[in-house]
């Protein structure tokens, strides 16, 4: 089983629809969380970062993290075309070693 | 200002030869990381850097990989007796001190070995 799973899609939504993209871990020392967006043939970018449990906000992006359940979320509200790209969760225990999920793919159709 | 460079951005190399793989930080950052990502996963850790020591160098596959930064700034990833299975893009990234989450990837280096 990997540390951390993700589905690997992809998801396909119209313009405007909220998207919620997932994972799940199993490393219970895991304490630093984050998305990165990641175009085709470019290096991934950081969107949000949560420390612990909690909910954070960003604009159109709303992070989750649910230690209990060892489960965290991205929310997308009116999702774009320029959304359309692949979504990595990581985590990391220390703050600096991290492990990243496996990429979700999105496609947000105009 | 300018991001995190690697160089070069596409690399084709026969069964069994030597490589390196150069990663340009951003100035001032202090650590910088290695992976490694294979068509459809997530990028793999290899290595981290704190200053110019390896302070975890556990997601190295096997001792054919190697990396040095001697100077602190700029990091060498060396790679030798390839495989076909070391195909894969391979990221820098670096963050402005040790422990930061914040993490800034370079556009990768795509190795194809024949």
């Known amino acids: 089983q990997k540390e951390v799973e993700q589905d690997p899609g992809p998801l396909s939504v119209p313009e405007g629809a909220i998207v919620s993209l997932n994972c799940t871990y199993s490393?219970?020392?895991?304490?630093?969380f984050m998305w990165y967006r990641q175009y085709s043939r470019k290096g991934p970018e950081l969107l949000m970062y949560?420390?612990?449990?909690g909910n954070k906000e960003d604009g159109r992006f709303t992070a989750q993290v649910d230690k209990s359940s060892k489960y965290i979320s991205l929310f997308i509200r009116d999702s774009q075309p320029s959304d359309s790209a692949t979504y990595l969760c990581a985590m990391s225990a220390e703050g600096f070693k991290t492990i990243f999920g496996a990429g979700t793919r999105l496609f947000v159709k105009a | 200002g300018a991001g995190v460079s690697q160089t070069p951005s596409n690399k084709v190399t026969e069964k069994g030869k030597y490589v390196e793989l150069r990663c340009d930080p951003i100035?001032?950052?202090?650590?910088l990381y290695w992976y490694r990502q294979s068509l459809g996963q997530g990028p793999e850790f290899l290595i981290y850097?704190?200053?110019?020591?390896?302070?975890?160098d556990s997601g190295l596959p096997n001792d054919r990989f190697f990396a040095v930064r001697p100077e602190g700034s700029v990091s060498t990833l060396k790679i030798q007796r390839t495989e076909r299975g070391d195909s894969a893009v391979y990221l820098c990234a670096s963050s402005p001190y040790d422990g930061s989450y914040e993490q800034y990837f370079g556009p990768g280096t795509r190795l194809t070995v024949t």
């Open positions: 850097f704190q200053g110019t020591g390896a302070a975890d």
């Open positions: 100035s001032g950052h202090t650590a």
């Open positions: 949560t420390y612990s449990s």
């Open positions: 490393n219970s020392a895991f304490q630093y």
